[in-house]
């Protein structure tokens, strides 16, 4: 028998571990082991999210538990849990403040029923499908039947609007065909809701624009003496991202219209806005009555 030396037995058996070694991995389709023979856990990249700060019901809001809730915070849970290769991260800031640190990259995205215009495309990345819609409305005092449409807000104010809302954007566009006699509208850093309904109920201002369901559930508690006066218009809202986040925003495309294919975001719509507001706009204003 041939006699092997102490230095070359502990040779080959390091050389055996190592061959059994790589075997292993190959069965595992090539991932690196984690002990026990079973692959390493996918990464996962952490995405930092601004959220509005400012309560925007029923999108977003802290509810009676201190907890955010709303159609768009439940939508981002939604592909929090179908996009496994992210985890969000959210910070609650002021509106103009999103905009800002998307922008500058400070946060990836950003989520606050944000309408598209050209100023806005040229510094961002919008994604190419709307997760949703804000169907907005003109209102008025109850005892006011002299508005109907904005072609009725000629020459009449509508309460001060932040120049970064999507609203706004509607309003210059109708001014900009109408420069002879626009509605008359002043802009402003920032404004609630809650402030914009005062306004008209004492007679300050003629009227104001605003997603109807945010009016409904802010005069709700405020129990002014208005009225929807008219549904002006139903526009899709969007996921707003750093320019640099193109492989994000395709992946939050492929989510999302999964997510309306199989039912789940019309039906969320249903749940917050009591209709479902993916049907056409007239399928959506037989749902409601207004006088």
């Given at each position: ?55 925007n019901p029923p999108f977003s809001y802290l509810n009676d538990k201190n ?225």
């Amino acid at each position: 028998m041939k006699k092997f030396s102490l230095a070359a037995v502990i040779l080959a058996s390091a050389l055996a571990v190592t061959a059994c070694g790589s075997s292993s991995n190959k069965d595992n389709g090539g991932a690196p082991s984690t002990g026990g023979g079973q692959p390493a856990a996918a990464k996962v990249t952490v995405l930092k999210v601004a959220r509005n700060a400012v309560p925007n019901p029923p999108f977003s809001y802290l509810n009676d538990k201190n907890v955010m809730d709303g159609y768009t915070v439940e939508y981002l849970k939604l592909l929090d849990e179908r996009l496994e290769e992210y985890k969000f991260e959210y910070e609650e800031i002021a509106r103009e403040a999103m905009l800002v640190g998307v922008e500058s990259g400070k946060y990836d995205f950003a989520a606050n029923f944000y309408y598209r215009n050209p100023e806005r495309e040229a510094k961002y990345l919008f994604s190419a499908v709307e997760y949703g819609y804000s169907l907005n409305s003109l209102i008025v005092k109850k005892d006011r039947d002299d508005i109907r449409s904005l072609d009725d807000m000629k020459g009449k104010k509508l309460t001060p609007m932040s120049p970064s809302t999507g609203l706004r954007t509607l309003v210059v566009d109708y001014n900009k065909k109408n420069a002879s006699n626009p509605i008359l509208v002043e802009d402003i850093d920032a404004v609630t809701d809650a402030e914009a309904v005062q306004w008209v109920a004492s007679g300050k201002y003629d009227a104001f624009l605003t997603n109807t369901t945010v009016f409904e559930n802010v005069n709700a508690q405020l129990k002014l003496p208005l009225k929807i006066a008219a549904y002006v218009t139903k526009e899709p809202i969007w996921v707003l991202f750093n320019k640099d986040k193109k492989d994000l925003a395709a992946r939050f495309d492929e989510a999302t219209k999964a997510l309306i294919d199989d039912g789940t975001l019309p039906a969320l719509s249903e749940k917050w806005f009591g209709v479902n507001m993916f049907k056409s706009l007239k399928d959506v204003n037989e749902q409601y009555k207004f006088k």
